[in-house]
C-alpha cells in the first residue's frame, strides 16, 4: 500500500474520521459482549474424566475452586511430534493472561486428545506454566466438535464452526467456556472456532496498530513455535 506523506494538520483530520469508525466498532464490540453474556447455557450431564499431572481429574475439578472455567482446545492428536503452530502462537499467550483471570475467578487451561507424556513433552520444551490437560480416550473433543473420525474426514466434510465445513483434518482449534454453580453443576456457556480464536492472539492486535499491519500473504504464513524463529524467515513483501 502506498501512503502519502501530509502535514500533521492534515494527519490528525484523517485520524478523527477513523476514530469515528473505530468508536463505532467498540459499541459493536460492546453490543456483541452483551449478547454473548445473555445466550442460554447447558448443562454438561457426561462425566468426562481427564488425565492431568495430579492423577484423573473431571471437568468439575478443573475449576480449581472457581466458578469459571476457560478451554484452549489445543491441537495436539496423539502422535503428533509437536503441537500445532497456530495453537501454540495461542498459547504463548496464556501464562501472562493466568495471573490476571486467576485473580478475577477464572480458571484457564488447554486440553489435547493426546496423551499425558505426549503433552508434557511438548509442554517443557516450550517452557509453558499452564495447566494442560488430556482428554485422551474420551469424547470430549469429539463432542466439542475439535476432533473428527476417520469416517468424518473421508466424507469431504466435518461439522466444525457451527456448521458444515469444507475443510477436512482430525483437529481444529477452538475456545470454550463453562461456569460451575455452587451445587457443582457445570455448564457450558460459550464456544468460539475458527477465527473466533484470534481472542486469545494479542500479538494480532499490536501487529494491527504497526504499519504493516499483519503483513501475511496467506493467514500465519509467517507464525513459527516460538523456539524456531532462527529458521529463516519469509520473504519481507
Known sequence: MQHTVVTHDDWLAARRNLLKDEKDLTRLRDKVARQRLALPWVRIDKQYVF????????????????SQLLVQHFMLAPGWNEGCPSCSYMADHTDGMNKHLAHHDVTMIAVSRAPLAEIERYRERMGWQFKWVSSFGTDFNYDFRVSFTPEEIASGHIDYNFGEWQETGEEWPGVSAFFKDDKGEVFRTYSTFGRGVEV???????LDLAPKGRNEDEGMDWVRRHDRYEQPPQKAR
Open 51 to 66: 488425565d492431568t499431572p495430579e492423577g484423573p481429574r473431571t471437568l468439575a475439578d478443573l475449576f480449581e475452586g472457581r
Open 200 to 206: 486469545m492472539m494479542g500479538t494480532y492486535n499490536m
